[in-house]
């Protein structure tokens, strides 16, 4: 064997390495553990979100970490001993704890068991933050419904960004699931058919990040109720209603909330469907009669999403039984005419109107029903001049089956007017007077005497009315005769003359009488007629005077606005009072100085020459009748 040749050289190299190796390992180690032993790490980071760095990571609780922005760290992928102590992991991860500016640089400084130095056994890594996330996609149309969940897509979700929708000083929060933000609108309060800009923002801590976008939406129209069938606040005669139709702007979904409770809060059965934009509603029992009904309408849905803004609600009534609506009952009613009792809905036919019209307790009559009116026909004339009394019992049945629950009483009073005709005009119309009172003093009113005084007629017609309402107030020792139109061809062709061409009022036989008239500038060579009293309308009025012998008569022009009396003491304090009760102007007895043209042949002068009172009252309107100007004055002519 040969011996075994260690030089002391190859020794003297062991002991030498040995040391070295002994003493750099360490370094080796750190710097294993720091420059070489992460293999990735991001280089840009979204500024809400977690990001991590990869590599081989012996006991990483040993690894000192110095951010330069507040992190929360948490090693993954790692292998741990009795579950309790970290020995490797693969991944790091940080998490920032608070928002990030966008674009900016930071960096992450890695050293094992907090070596300080030298720097070569630190990791330094220069991270920068990308921009705050943006819109990627809008998931909805332009034109949405004021209830509706509006969805966004951003380009990456974060943990530390909120997001809401804006309008004005209104805004409402948003969730976000990954990178998908659902926005519910609701809380707006958006008006439906309205246009809107809305806002999308992202905050942080309350604090504006970013507006992300302006979105300009339509709302679109609410459910609307087009027409019903049965109109608001309608009264309705029939208490068996089969079908109510509503019809709607839209189609709609056929889910809804529909009522009908009366005004004791009492619920009527029903049934409804829905055909497109048609709601039918199918009451199931009998209404009650003389009872209000609320029709209820809520949570309407268009097809489209649309909503029924307010509550909808239907007032209708049934009506009570019949009531009368018009009769042709008066103070001033025929002896011979027949009794009309129009009632406020039809009447059924046949029924015993006599077990509920009475007229006294004695007057019989006969009877008709005609649809909503019944004709009381009394068997014999009524008085002249009586009350009468007509009484409606309750009872009375309507065609759909309403009973009146209540009656009426009316005071029927007979005419008290005895009408005559005192004569024809030229063409064959009759001249009326109408009588009132019994008395042996009797007292004449009448007008139109010129037929373009027309509103003289008005009033005569309206106290001729004043006084069948009153005829309690005819003093009974006297007798009231009015004669409306005294020209009645006049007030046909609407003109001053009548049908000769005759101013009436200038035919009377004075000693100023002339067939030549004058009217203001105008000359008129027959206008006082062919001779005096040459017109059937002047003689007319001149008998009548003689039959009655009237201790007033009073004739009715316009539109001076003048009282003018007979020369006699009685007539001049009648003019006075006149003028002062209806304020027309007092002139003393005759005309002259009061017109600016010739007057001939008038009524007055005729009726002073032959010793009547009268009074010639000018209204001061040529168009208006004045009657309530004049009826005071009328009165105290009467009663004085």
């Known amino acids: 064997m040969e011996p075994t040749n260690n030089s002391p050289k190859s020794h003297t190299l062991l002991y030498i390495l040995l040391p070295v190796v002994i003493l750099i390992s360490p370094i080796l180690y750190l710097l294993l553990l720091t420059q070489f032993s992460i293999t990735n790490y991001p280089t840009s980071i979204k500024p809400t979100q977690e990001f991590c760095v990869e590599g081989y990571f012996l006991f990483p609780n040993a690894y000192t970490i110095k951010s330069s922005f507040p992190v929360e760290i948490e090693t993954k992928d790692k292998i741990t001993l009795f579950n309790k102590y970290d020995v490797f992991a693969k991944v790091i991860c940080f998490k920032p704890t608070t928002l990030l500016p966008e674009s900016k640089q930071y960096t992450l400084n890695l050293s094992y068991l907090n070596f300080p130095n030298p720097t070569v056994f630190q990791k330094d890594l220069t991270i920068t933050t990308q921009e705050y996330p943006d819109i990627m996609d809008v998931r909805f149309t332009e034109e949405i419904n004021n209830n509706q969940i509006l969805e966004f897509s ?60 302006i979105i300009p939406v339509q709302i679109r129209t609410a459910v609307q109720i087009e027409k019903s069938s049965i109109k608001n606040k309608s009264v309705l005669q029939d208490k068996n209603i089969y079908e109510i139709d509503i019809t709607l702007n839209k189609e709609i979904l056929n889910t809804y909330n529909i009522s009908i409770r009366d005004d004791s809060d009492g619920e009527v ?5 829905v055909v497109g934009n048609l709601l039918a509603i199918y009451p199931k029992e009998e209404f009650k009669q003389n009872t209000t009904y609320y029709l209820k309408l809520n949570d309407l ?62 007057t019989n009559y006969s009877y008709s029903i005609y649809k909503n009116q019944v004709t009381i026909n009394p068997s014999s ?47 064959g119309r009759s001249i009326y007077a109408y009588y009132l009172g019994s008395g042996s003093k009797k007292i004449v009113f009448f007008g139109s005497m010129h037929g373009s005084e027309a509103n003289t007629k008005t009033l005569l017609n309206k106290w001729v009315t004043e006084l069948e309402n009153n005829t309690d107030r005819i003093p009974s020792d006297k007798t009231i005769i009015v004669i409306p139109t005294l020209n009645p061809d006049g007030i046909a062709n609407l003109s001053r003359f009548n049908a000769h061409g005759v101013d009436l009022n200038r035919n009377f036989d004075t000693p100023s009488w002339v067939t030549g008239t004058y009217l203001k500038t105008d000359f008129y060579p027959t206008g006082g007629g062919s001779a005096p009293f040459s017109e059937p309308e002047s003689k007319d009025i001149r008998d009548l005077l003689y039959r009655e012998s009237p201790y007033l008569t009073l004739s009715y022009h316009s539109a001076a606005g003048y009282v003018i009396p007979t020369n006699s003491s009685s007539a001049i304090s ?26 001939t042949g008038t009524f007055e002068e005729w009726a002073e020459g032959r010793g009547y009172n009268a009074l010639v009252v000018e209204l001061s309107s040529a168009y208006y009748d004045q009657f309530l100007q004049n009826s005071r004055a009328m009165w105290k002519m009467v009663e004085q």
Request: proline share 2%; charged share 20%; net charge negative.
């Open 381 to 427: 004339s009524l008085g002249f001049c009586k009350k009468y009394t007509v009484s409606l019992a309750k009872g009375l049945v309507s065609n759909t089956g309403l009973i009146a629950s209540s009656g009426a009483t009316y005071s029927l009073k007979t005419t008290c007017k005895r009408t005559v005709s005192i004569g024809t005009s030229v063409q």
């Open 574 to 599: 009648k003019a006075y009072s006149y003028s002062q009760l209806s304020g027309y102007t007092y002139v003393n007895p005759g005309a002259e100085g009061s017109f600016s043209y010739d007057i």
């Open 269 to 273: 059965k029903l049934e409804s469907s």
């Open 154 to 213: 951003i380009d990456y979700s974060g943990n530390h960004l909120n997001y809401f929708i804006n309008l004005e000083d209104y805004e409402a929060p948003c969730n976000q699931e990954s990178s998908t933000i659902l926005c519910d609108i609701s809380s707006l309060s958006l008006i439906q058919g309205y246009d809107y800009d809305l806002k999308l923002v992202s905050k942080y801590n309350g604090v504006l990040i970013k507006e992300l976008k």
């Open 301 to 362: 849905t268009g097809l489209d999403g649309s909503t029924l803004a307010n509550e909808y609600v239907l007032e209708f009534s049934i009506d009570d039984g019949p009531k009368i609506s018009w009769t042709n009952i008066s103070n001033s009613f025929s002896t011979s005419g027949n009794i009309v009792l129009a009632f406020n809905q039809d009447i059924k036919n046949p029924q015993n109107i006599k077990n509920y019209v009475k007229i006294d307790s004695s």
